[in-house]
């Protein structure tokens, strides 16, 4: 597994003021839209394209285009889809699947109660869009499933992470080197409600200010 914590100032900037209480939700949604488009310039350096030619009004010229079957962006319900169109601006030929998970609190499994993906994901590059890497077992279950349908690799874009959520993933993941992680920050811990220490707090509720 690839690790990268994009180290950037444009990055820190726009981390610092999501973290801030009093950044209002419309500010929030901005700031999140154009750090995932930071985080995503990162995140499409291995996407795979072909070569094919360019006429300039001077000269025909060497330039490339997005492989074919084009990637797949999958936001996580519902704070992913927050991230979505930070996303796919930037690569607007993919196609996007939905997967909604959700936590059952007398078990602690993940549930998949929403999915809207393609049945064969044969050969396809995927891009996972969850803001909070808190204990990792979204994103563990949502890569296994996307495995599973046959994705050839899969990048996961977080916000923020924590330690305990990284760790699980690399006891997941770390020997596969099909899977990568972007993040805007790597906090201290989490909290006894699994909450991201400092982190930003609950990124839907900021994004769409009802709980
Ligand atoms: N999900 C959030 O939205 N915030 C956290 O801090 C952890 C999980």
Redesign the pocket.
Same mark, same amino acid.
Request: proline share 6%; glycine share 8%.
């Given at each position: 597994m690839r690790v990268q914590v994009v180290d950037h100032p444009l990055v820190a900037h726009k981390v610092s003021v999501l973290r801030d209480k009093n950044t209002p939700s419309p500010v929030f949604r901005q700031l999140t839209d154009e750090l995932v488009t930071l985080l995503a310039y990162e995140a499409t350096r291995d996407v795979k394209t072909v070569e094919i030619q360019v006429q300039t009004p001077v000269a025909t010229t060497k330039g490339i285009a997005f492989a074919k079957p084009t990637p797949l962006v999958v936001p996580i319900l519902r /704070?992913g889809l927050g991230m979505l169109e930070g996303m796919t601006r930037l690569v607007p030929t993919a196609e996007v699947g939905f997967l909604g998970m959700a936590r059952n609190e007398e078990t602690l499994d993940i549930i998949t109660y929403a999915e809207r993906l393609p049945a064969d994901l044969t050969g396809r590059q995927v891009f996972v869009l969850d803001?909070?890497l808190?204990?990792g077992g979204t994103l563990i279950e949502s890569i296994k499933f996307l495995f599973a349908r046959g994705a050839a690799d899969v990048t996961c874009i977080c916000l923020?992470a /924590?330690p305990e959520g990284l760790a699980r993933l690399e006891e997941a993941y770390g020997d596969n080197d099909k899977v990568h992680l972007i993040l805007g920050a790597l906090d201290e811990k989490?909290d006894e409600n699994?909450?991201?220490?400092p982190?930003?707090?609950?990124?839907?509720?900021?994004l769409y200010g009802v709980a």
């Amino acid at each position: 597994m690839r690790v990268q914590v994009v180290d950037h100032p444009l990055v820190a900037h726009k981390v610092s003021v999501l973290r801030d209480k009093n950044t209002p939700s419309p500010v929030f949604r901005q700031l999140t839209d154009e750090l995932v488009t930071l985080l995503a310039y990162e995140a499409t350096r291995d996407v795979k394209t072909v070569e094919i030619q360019v006429q300039t009004p001077v000269a025909t010229t060497k330039g490339i285009a997005f492989a074919k079957p084009t990637p797949l962006v999958v936001p996580i319900l519902r /704070a992913g889809l927050g991230m979505l169109e930070g996303m796919t601006r930037l690569v607007p030929t993919a196609e996007v699947g939905f997967l909604g998970m959700a936590r059952n609190e007398e078990t602690l499994d993940i549930i998949t109660y929403a999915e809207r993906l393609p049945a064969d994901l044969t050969g396809r590059q995927v891009f996972v869009l969850d803001p909070m890497l808190a204990t990792g077992g979204t994103l563990i279950e949502s890569i296994k499933f996307l495995f599973a349908r046959g994705a050839a690799d899969v990048t996961c874009i977080c916000l923020i992470a /924590a330690p305990e959520g990284l760790a699980r993933l690399e006891e997941a993941y770390g020997d596969n080197d099909k899977v990568h992680l972007i993040l805007g920050a790597l906090d201290e811990k989490l909290d006894e409600n699994s909450y991201i220490v400092p982190g930003l707090g609950d990124a839907g509720d900021r994004l769409y200010g009802v709980a």
